[in-house]
Nanobody, 127 residues
């Protein structure tokens, strides 16, 4: 069973930083691309970032490009998201997501190609 457990969220002032982590189990983590998705209250999911299985390719949404950094440790089966220069609009529940089995499309695909989500970690940016 795929399990994804996020942590690291919290309350931070505008301009601050946070590092989110996602520990994976139940599948061979090193074989799958992973993503971060966020959802703000009353809004639909927003695809934030994606990373290939070997970290050779990374993708960022326009709203976070230049501020967020995605990384992973396959040895530790952990996905990370470094959030810098946080803005009020970054307030959301952040979820890590696993790419679906048997995916054979292009990079990075689309948000629907990452259907397995964790329970999320809340990030609140407020002064």
């Amino acid at each position: 069973e795929v399990q994804l457990v996020e942590s690291g969220g919290g309350l931070v002032q505008p301009g601050g930083s946070l590092r989110l982590s996602c520990v994976a189990s139940g599948f061979d983590f090193g074989l799958f691309a992973m993503s971060w998705v966020r959802q703000a209250p009353g809004k639909g999911p927003e695809w934030v970032s994606a990373i290939s299985s070997t970290s050779s390719r990374k993708w960022y949404g326009d709203s976070v490009k230049g501020r967020f950094l995605i990384s992973r440790s396959n040895n530790k089966k952990t996905l990370y998201l470094q959030l810098n220069s946080l803005e009020v609009d970054d307030t959301a529940m952040y979820y890590c997501a696993k790419r679906k089995d048997g995916y054979d499309g292009g990079w990075p695909g689309k948000i629907d190609d990452y259907p397995y989500w964790g329970q999320g970690t809340q990030v609140t940016v407020s002064s």
